[in-house]
């Protein structure tokens, strides 16, 4: 029994990076489930104007595009996520606003962002950071690359659980890893915010801004 559950557990955790076919769907619409909580919280502190461009970076399937949408009156709201499966969920969720072209939704791959530079005054990525902690160089240069001066990169990840001795990311992991490697590429306030406790799990949201041009 413990094999056999052991087994589902690891096709789980499979579908939990990159969501493929039905049961990618099922963990698709779980994790929107699971992350409820930190995903409105992460929405709340984008501090998202009307007529602001947004990308989100993994949006699995797409609540989080959703809420982005409903602050976005005027602007737009774009998505990449690497899994083809996930791009038809959010797709099918956010089928008015992707109708009517106020969210753009495509696959593709974090670390080569099909963007021109200087195109977003925010972006946005929940539940990411896992499969790019240990080399976050790429992908937070691209991140850099596309925002505007003067805009926000926000990324929320659960770095913990209660209970646990150890936290899987704890406070000097993010100071002498990201935090470094942010400002050699070019944030400047970066800064990490602690949010609501979810299913146990210990939220952090990690904040940079690229430098107006003066
Ligand atoms: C753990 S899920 C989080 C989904 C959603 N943000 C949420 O909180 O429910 C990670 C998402 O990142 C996407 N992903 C994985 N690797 C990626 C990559 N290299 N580039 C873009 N998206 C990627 C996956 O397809 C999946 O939808």
Known sequence: MIQINRVFETILNKHYVCPQGA???FVGEQMVRQHAKETTWTVSLADVRPTDHVLEIGFGAGKAIELLAKKTTQGLVYGIDLSATMVKRAKERNAYAVRVGRV???QGEAAQLPFEEHHFDK????HTFYWWAEDPHTILSEMFRVLKPGGTLLFTFSHGKVGE???YYDQTFIEEHVFPRMKSIGFTAVSSRSGPLSRQFKILAVVGTKPSVS
């Open 165 to 167: 001795e150890r936290d």
């Open 104 to 106: 753009r939704l495509q």
């Open 23 to 25: 049961m990618g769907r």
């Open 123 to 126: 972006v946005v990525s929940i």
